[in-house]
């Protein structure tokens, strides 16, 4: 167990902050909403992704009653709901608050917790992280420092499969085999060993230590730079854990394939995506029958619908929902383009349907402009819209486009074959 000790907090030098602005963080909430050339956008944080079904519900309605009808899921397993008429933001706000969806208002933005959805369910995995889970979101909204982290600032719960961990957050828990765990700062080359039972309260103390570290400066652990080393000494400090030890990058691993997923035990549970992450009124109504007890999100714009009859399988597909791996949609993500951006150059889910060819190979995600809101981390295909009404096509391979894969295209049998190739493509 770590030592439950008061040590003097850690006062980084004035040269400690590395990035400077001059306004505050503006990523959207449930509280704090933003327009959208389609209306008003409300974002709503499920840490790890996890919704009982009567909160599901709640979503499902206010989406159709106060937005656009559709529910539009993220890279962190987080809701949005758009369209929102002007005004409405109060009544959306009591809402969620009634259906346990706002634990703490002062902490709604900064509740970004992934975690891998098929923890305690096929038997993967080295622990069930759902405790984790629950003890980090507790300690996250009664934290008053907390209350001070980005919007953008994210925390990582991997049981071990590898399936989370290298999704670029900022503080990453790991399970390893013997109740242990890992504990790394954004992409620093040192991690923390730590009892698996410690690991919540180690994530929120380097959060606070970031936030110390940071000052008005930095949102994300990767703005801090060379500094990061010294952030991880103040947090092995603070918790009074074992010397930090060298290890290599984390990097994702497979994301829950569509159909059907068997525990040990025969359980079945559930697994379809949603194309481009978009679900209709119709679908969502679907998914919360098909669900027993509780329905968990995922970042690759998936749902997991845990102790579900693989007999519900047909009438998820009927609805829309990509419940077979060989799926053209598989791997295929897309920002909301026009008409619901202003900044994007071209109505990228469109013409992302046109482009649509066999599946297989890296992932592809189409953005309409320079900023690829909610891009993957990891290897895959980078179509981007250009102002002339083109798409530059690149295969990125750890971190960067290669020159020998970047073309800008034209025409949509052109691009088709581009992206189709852009995913074949090796090193």
Known sequence: MLAAVSTPSFRPSPQATAVSRDRGDACPGALRLHTADDGAL??????????SVGQAQVLGRAAQELGDGELHLTSRGNVQVRGLEPGSGGELAERLGAAGLLPSWRHERVRNIVASPLSGLDGRGFTDVRP?????????????????????????????????????????????????????????????????????????????????????????????????????????????APRPTTAPAWHPTAEPVPGSVTAPDGTTSLSVLAPLGRLTAAQWTELTTSARHELRLTPWRGVILPASPASRLPDLAAAG?????????????????????????????ADAATALGPAGGLPVYWSGCERRCGRPHGDHVDVVAEQDGGYRVSAVRDGHARADTTHTHHHPSALAAAVAAARTHTQ
């Open 132 to 240: 984790w889970l629950r003890e980090l979101d507790r300690l996250l909204c009664a934290s008053e420092v907390t209350a001070g982290l980005s919007g953008r600032f994210l925390f990582a719960l991997d049981d071990g499969r590898g399936d989370v961990a290298g999704l670029g957050a900022d503080v990453s828990l790991r399970a390893v085999p013997g109740g242990g765990a890992l504990l790394r700062l954004g992409t620093s080359a040192s991690v923390v060993p730590l009892h698996a039972e410690d690991a919540p309260r180690a994530a929120l103390v380097a959060a606070e230590l970031f936030l110390a570290t940071a000052g008005d400066g930095a949102w994300r652990m990767s703005e801090l730079g060379e500094r990061t080393a010294e952030l991880v000494s103040a947090t092995v400090h603070r918790l009074r």
């Open 321 to 349: 929902l990509i419940t077979d791996p060989a799926s053209a949609w598989t791997g295929i993500g897309a920002c909301i383009g026009r008409p619901g951006c202003g900044r994007s150059h071209a109505d990228v889910r």
């Open 42 to 51: 409300a974002r709503i944080r499920i840490p790890g992704g996890v919704l």
